[in-house]
């Protein structure tokens, strides 16, 4: 056998995978699904796209669409699945695997259930638990831990790629000169409500500040470093941005980006915000992604008297480890001393409609 083959046969598995990753996951309630989409997520261009929730007058459990109910994604049982492989999507390239939250709960229904059921104590409602055949999960919202991603590439006949060919590279591809290995792609970053969140924050920043010299803004999860951007042309009176990020890749892409642009006063460091000293203040410090950064040691550790200004939002994906409905949330986990905005927006990404909330004001 070729090596090609064997890699092809053992890349066919993915139920072996799936029952490996599931033992390495331990315990829980474990879904999968089956698509020709290389994307998990709410968009209407998902295969199931919608699905009434059981106070709906439409309600019917084996709805199946895009036209009723509240944005929805169908996972199957993963026993049910193990058991009777043949009944699913299997022709269809790419299988999830998810794993619901701890703290997340699916009300079950058949086709007679007429009201909603609250949660178990500390657990949320996140969707349904359709006891029908085929049963299924249909999630509301992505309560879920992503396990696994895995790629039917026997199914194909050629590996992802070459099934079309690869796509040229994009005008970001040959700006970075590497491709991304993950899904926070640099494109990604430029989506209009993120460009427009930013836009805001520099905004109601403006309205404090007015022209005085700001000697320093730090920069927290800073990315591919486009707050950064934003700020620098923004007309406010600032020293020196410094941006904060973990992942060294996405600094030094964006450090392309900001060369390229001919600015000269944006230093980066690549660092865990979490142990920042904040030394370089006075000044501000901007973190418009608390969703994605654990611990609070970032905000415990500025200095009181500093001007603050922190963005999150809702419905978060998968990745994510907080999640804010409104202002409130936000000054509940980071209290703020004074509070000199509080204010939040509408918006849409790719996937969903959310709410991106803001305040400013003195730690
Ligand atoms: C995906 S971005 C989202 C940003 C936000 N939506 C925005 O546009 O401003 C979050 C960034 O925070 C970074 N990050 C998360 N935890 C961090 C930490 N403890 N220290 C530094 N960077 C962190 C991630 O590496 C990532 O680049």
Redesign the pocket.
């Known amino acids: 056998m070729l090596v090609h083959d064997l890699f092809e046969s053992r890349a066919n598995s993915i139920r072996s995978q799936i029952i490996q990753d599931v033992d390495s996951h331990g315990p829980g309630q474990y879904f999968v699904r089956f698509t020709d989409i290389d994307k998990l997520g709410y968009s209407a261009r998902q295969q199931f796209g919608r699905s009434p929730d059981v106070d709906d007058p439409e309600f019917s459990a084996d709805y199946i669409g895009t036209k009723h109910g509240r944005p929805a994604i169908w996972f199957y049982p993963l026993n049910y699945y193990l058991k009777q492989k043949d009944s699913y999507a299997t022709d269809k390239p790419y299988a999830w695997l998810v794993k619901l939250n701890d703290d997340a709960w699916l009300q079950p229904v058949d086709r007679k259930t007429t009201g909603q059921t609250a949660a178990p104590l500390g657990r949320q409602r996140v969707g349904l638990l359709r006891n029908t055949t085929p049963p299924a999960a249909i999630f509301f919202r992505p309560a879920f831990q992503l396990i696994g991603k895995y790629y039917d590439y026997a199914g194909q006949h050629q590996r992802h790629g070459q099934v079309k060919g690869a796509p040229d590279p994009s005008f970001f591809d040959r700006v970075r000169g590497l491709t991304e290995s993950s899904g ?1 792609t640099l494109e990604g ?1 430029w989506t209009p409500d ?1 460009v427009f ?2 836009l805001w924050a520099i905004r109601k920043l403006q309205n404090i500040v007015k022209d005085s010299l700001i000697p320093v803004i730090y920069v ?5 470093g ?2 950064s951007v934003l700020l620098a042309r923004s007309g406010l009176n600032i020293g020196k941005i410094i941006n ?4 060294p890749q ?1 600094l030094n892409t964006g450090n392309k980006f900001i060369e390229a642009m001919g600015i000269d006063n944006v230093e980066s460091m690549n ?4 142990t920042l000293d904040y030394r370089q203040l006075p000044g501000v410090v901007i973190n ?2 608390t ?5 609070r040691g ?1 905000f415990d550790n500025i200095p009181p008297g500093t001007l603050v200004v922190i ?1 999150g ?1 809702n419905k978060t994906g998968p990745k994510a480890v907080y999640s804010f409905d409104s202002p409130q949330d936000l000054q509940s986990l980071y209290q703020l001393n004074k509070v000199l905005y509080s204010g939040s927006l509408d918006l849409e990404d790719p996937e969903t409609n959310y709410t991106r909330n803001m305040i400013i004001g003195i730690r």
């Open positions: 926070y970053s993120l969140s930013k927290l999860g800073s990315w591919y486009n707050m904060v990020e973990s992942n996405w660092k865990d915000a979490n418009s992604s969703n994605d950064m654990e611990n970032w963005q939002r």
